[in-house]
Every structure is written in C-alpha cells, then in structure tokens.
C-alpha cells in the first residue's frame, strides 16, 4: 500500500495500523518512528557510476530515472528532497511496485533511489550497485500510524509488538 493511501484508509477505519516514511499530518493520526534507513542510489552494474562508491544527487537529474507509483512512501520522502534542492527529475519512468522498480534497475534502464535494505538483497547480490548520495539529507525513518483514541485488533497489537522489538517503542492503545 503506498503511503498516500494509509492515512484515508486510518481515518476510515478500513485498517487499524499504516507503515510509512513519513509522519501523518493529520492530528487525529498518532505515529511511532520504528526504523531508521538510508537512502542510496540504485543503479545497473553496466551503467558508468557502478565503479563509483557515491553519486552527486544533482547528477540524478540528468538520468533516466525509474520510480515506484506515485504515493510510494519512498518516492515522495526522495521527491520533497530533490525539489528543495531544486532538483526536477523529467525523464521517469514508473512503475506500480517496488519489485517493477528492481527488475527495470537490472535490466538497465535507468537509476533509481531506494531504502538500502529495500535492495539488499540485489546489491549482495550484485545485480545492482548501491551508491551513497552526496548533498541531500539520505536518512529515511519509517513510523507506524493509528488513529488517537483507537483500540488496535490482537493482530495489529502483534505487529506493534514485532516493530517495537526492533526499536520502535510508545504510547499503542491495547485491544479492549
């Protein structure tokens, strides 16, 4: 689910608890920061900066450019990024998920900027290579979000608990 859509589906009551890289603006929405991450450049290992161990973020505007859907939680946290730096990617090429993104990354049509351990895997494994980005902010905190007030299900408290083991910790309402 991508961000832009968790907090309407928390306020309607369609889902006790959203995962985002963002805190929720609504102030009827709580959220709890649960993991701290980077933001790299993603590119093919046939494309020039592979040998390279960090990209100019300004150098990212010039490149064919390959985005998750629009809302990605990802997506939008890297977008504000670039646009405060004045910093307009034109050549995008989008797709509905994060696993479209990887597969195009390989293929080697275009860069990207992911959460490191969004990609991981493929940059052990060495089907792309992550890069440090210089001259922007590239740490990324994803939060979980309920409503104020709410009472979470057994399994929505499950997950709580899971994410609060790895370092998230706060004030969730228990299941009545």
Same mark, same amino acid.
Not at 29 to 41: T, W
Not at 54 to 60: A, F, H, P, S
Not at 140 to 151: D, T
């Given at each position: *689910?991508?961000?832009?859509?968790? @907090? =309407?589906? /928390?306020?309607?009551?369609?889902?006790?608890?959203?995962?985002? @890289?963002?805190?929720?603006?609504? =102030?009827?929405? *709580?959220?709890?920061?649960?993991?701290?991450?980077?933001?790299?450049?993603?590119?093919?290992?046939?494309? =020039?900066?592979?040998? &390279?161990?960090?990209?100019?973020?300004?150098?990212?505007?010039?490149?064919?450019?390959?985005?998750?859907?629009? $809302?990605?939680?990802?997506?939008?946290?890297?977008?504000?990024?670039?646009?405060? &730096? $004045?910093?307009?990617?034109? !050549? /995008?090429?989008?797709?509905?998920?994060?696993?479209?993104? &990887?597969?195009?990354?390989? #293929?080697?049509? $275009?860069?990207?900027?992911?959460?490191?351990?969004?990609?991981?895997?493929?940059?052990?494994? @060495?089907?792309?290579?992550?890069? &440090?980005?210089?001259?922007?902010?590239?740490?990324?905190?994803?939060?979980?979000?309920?409503?104020? !007030? #709410?009472?979470?299900?057994?399994?929505?408290? #499950?997950?709580?608990?899971?994410?609060?083991?790895?370092?998230?910790? $706060?004030?969730?309402?228990?299941?009545?």
């Amino acid at each position: *689910m991508v961000s832009d859509s968790v @907090s =309407p589906k /928390l306020l309607a009551s369609e889902i006790d608890l959203g995962l985002v @890289s963002s805190e929720p603006g609504d =102030p009827r929405l *709580m959220a709890q920061p649960f993991f701290s991450d980077e933001l790299v450049a993603i590119v093919p290992r046939s494309h =020039p900066w592979a040998a &390279k161990a960090r990209v100019e973020v300004q150098d990212l505007a010039d490149e064919t450019f390959i985005v998750a859907a629009r $809302g990605a939680s990802t997506r939008t946290v890297m977008e504000e990024r670039l646009r405060a &730096k $004045g910093i307009v990617l034109s !050549n /995008l090429l989008e797709f509905g998920n994060l696993e479209g993104v &990887k597969h195009e990354l390989e #293929a080697g049509l $275009g860069v990207s900027v992911q959460a490191r351990s969004v990609v991981q895997r493929e940059v052990t494994a @060495s089907t792309v290579r992550g890069l &440090k980005l210089t001259g922007i902010d590239a740490s990324i905190e994803f939060f979980y979000a309920w409503r104020k !007030n #709410a009472h979470l299900s057994h399994a929505a408290q #499950a997950l709580v608990s899971l994410l609060q083991s790895t370092g998230g910790s $706060g004030g969730i309402p228990s299941h009545r």
